[in-house]
């Protein structure tokens, strides 16, 4: 059957790679339009049944609200028209109570303009009573205008900007949508200057594939965001940092900043482990472990990514801070770190999930680069693993990619070398390269900064 997806206005290019990645994990059949435009918020497919649209709608955090289609015009003349044809299948909700909603998207539609098109429906005959609080039935009229960046609205009749309207009953509305609530950053236990927004954390969660019984890792945890909505929907979560103070928290609580917010949102008994560890001399003594790795490394902004080792490599360790008045001479207070350039770290990341990864796992990340520079073979090619999407969230001279990539070999990969020779190389300097410096200096160009 035909349906109409209604997608929320925001993160237009997140939108499909969502929706394929939930479909994919459901086990869900989907038949998309041939051509279809990533703007639009609306969409129609072809699913089995009700529940199937249920199901989709219960866990896509962009989706609004999915409709079963009942008719589709470039005006109303021509919906009446389908609509009428289509009586064996609305006649039979003719006697359950119902309401009637006349929305749109991109426009506002005036009062009086509302009550005018409900009325043109009155050949369908409905007998029930009307129930605005808890109807069986909610049909649904949907007006698709083109956007307009201006602040005064008009109405749409005979307006070019007027592009289509759908009807059809509403199947479901986005249940997950109040997850974006539930897991609101300023009501969070536990929370700092680089927490992940809740949307985001939940659309990387779908893209991660998480579903009860698997296991994710964050491998720069920071505060945990992604660990709660990965746990939230039913996957057990492993975190590590190279500054334990991240996960702890100020204080001198007993109980680590990040099972404190889990317990706050019941998903403590889902963390698995915290560890504090740099990624490049991990402890991991064997691959194939883990399901998905989804994580927003550090780019220098709000926090600058770090790995262990001097900046001045010819210092002795006899150089080292000491504890003033112990008496106790050269004892470090912290292991020595130096600055972890982003270029250097995407490409870890990378090697480190194809070794972590079982065949199949998926690596799901947050890459910022500068949009004027950016090229497509920024995106590291990888042996044993394949790019599934790549999305941007534009924020004008710069934007940050959601990169999905699957591990598509089933052979043996053997730890992965972080010193040394590598064997994934950029072409030239990737757009993300230096990105403190360039994000710092306001985009300049290239040639200036470096």
């Known amino acids: 059957m035909e349906y109409l997806v209604h997608f929320v206005l925001t993160h237009q290019e997140f939108r499909f790679p969502e929706l394929?990645?939930?479909?994919?994990?459901?086990?869900?059949?989907?038949?998309?339009?041939?051509?279809?435009?990533?703007?639009?918020?609306?969409?129609?497919?072809?699913?089995?049944?009700?529940?199937?649209?249920?199901?989709?709608?219960?866990?896509?955090?962009?989706?609004?609200?999915?409709?079963?289609?009942?008719?589709?015009?470039?005006n109303y003349e021509e919906l009446h028209a389908i609509n009428r044809t289509k009586c064996d299948v609305w006649s039979a909700y003719k006697k359950v109570s119902f309401k009637f909603n006349?929305?749109?998207?991109?426009?506002?539609?005036?009062?009086?303009?509302?009550?005018?098109?409900?009325?043109?429906?009155?050949?369908?005959?409905?007998?029930?009573?009307?129930?605005m609080k808890n109807p069986?039935?909610?049909?649904?009229?949907?007006?698709?205008?083109?956007?307009?960046?201006?602040?005064?609205?008009?109405?749409?009749?005979?307006?070019?900007?007027?592009?289509?309207?759908?009807?059809?009953?509403?199947?479901?509305?986005?249940?997950?949508?109040?997850?974006?609530?539930?897991?609101?950053?300023?009501?969070?236990?536990?929370?700092?200057?680089?927490?992940?927004?809740?949307?985001?954390?939940?659309?990387?969660?779908?893209?991660?594939?998480?579903?009860?019984?698997?296991?994710?890792?964050?491998p720069f945890v920071g505060t945990g965001s992604m660990l709660y909505t990965a746990a939230q929907f039913g996957a057990y979560v492993l975190g590590s940092d190279l500054d334990g103070r991240q996960m702890r928290g100020k204080g001198m609580e007993s109980v680590p900043g990040i099972y404190r917010a889990a317990d706050q949102y019941g998903l403590s008994s889902r963390v698995f482990d915290l560890a504090t560890f740099d990624v490049t001399k991990n402890p991991w003594r064997c691959g194939n472990i883990f399901d998905a790795i989804v994580t927003d490394p550090p780019y220098g902004v709000r926090a600058g990514a770090k790995r262990l080792g001097r900046k001045d490599e010819t210092r002795t360790p006899g150089d080292s801070s000491t504890v003033p008045g112990d008496g106790q001479a050269n004892l470090r207070l912290h292991p020595p770190m130096k600055p972890y350039e982003l270029s250097d770290l995407t490409v870890d990341l990378i090697?480190?999930?194809?070794?972590?990864?079982?065949?199949?796992?998926?690596?799901?990340?947050?890459?910022?680069?500068?949009?004027?520079?950016?090229?497509?073979?920024?995106?590291?090619?990888?042996?044993?693993?394949?790019?599934?999407?790549?999305?941007?969230?534009?924020?004008?001279?710069?934007?940050?990619?959601?990169?999905?990539?699957?591990?598509?070999?089933t052979n043996d990969i053997g730890a992965p070398r972080f010193e040394g020779a590598r064997t994934i190389e950029y072409a030239a300097p990737p757009a993300h390269h230096n990105f403190r410096v360039k994000y710092f200096e306001g985009f300049q160009t290239r040639d200036r900064i470096h």
């Open 20 to 74: 394929l990645s939930v479909c994919e994990c459901l086990d869900i059949e989907i038949e998309l339009p041939k051509e279809r435009d990533t703007k639009r918020p609306l969409m129609v497919v072809r699913l089995n049944d009700d529940e199937t649209a249920h199901r989709l709608a219960s866990r896509c955090i962009l989706i609004k609200a999915i409709y079963q289609l009942w008719a589709h015009g470039h």
């Open 102 to 131: 006349v929305t749109s998207v991109n426009q506002r539609i005036p009062p009086g303009r509302i009550k005018e098109t409900i009325d043109s429906f009155s050949y369908m005959g409905f007998e029930g009573c009307i129930d």
């Open 136 to 218: 069986r039935l909610t049909l649904v009229c949907l007006e698709d205008y083109e956007e307009q960046k201006v602040t005064q609205r008009h109405r749409h009749d005979n307006d070019a900007k007027f592009l289509q309207v759908f009807f059809g009953r509403l199947v479901s509305e986005g249940e997950s949508r109040p997850l974006i609530r539930k897991f609101d950053v300023k009501k969070r236990a536990f929370f700092g200057n680089t927490t992940m927004e809740a949307e985001i954390s939940l659309l990387m969660a779908n893209q991660a594939q998480a579903t009860p019984g698997k296991m994710i890792y964050d």
């Open 351 to 409: 090697y480190l999930a194809r070794y972590l990864l079982k065949p199949g796992g998926r690596l799901v990340f947050f890459l910022p680069t500068v949009n004027d520079e950016y090229d497509e073979l920024d995106i590291p090619e990888c042996k044993g693993m394949e790019l599934v999407s790549n999305s941007l969230q534009d924020f004008g001279k710069w934007g940050r990619r959601l990169i999905t990539m699957v591990k598509i070999t």
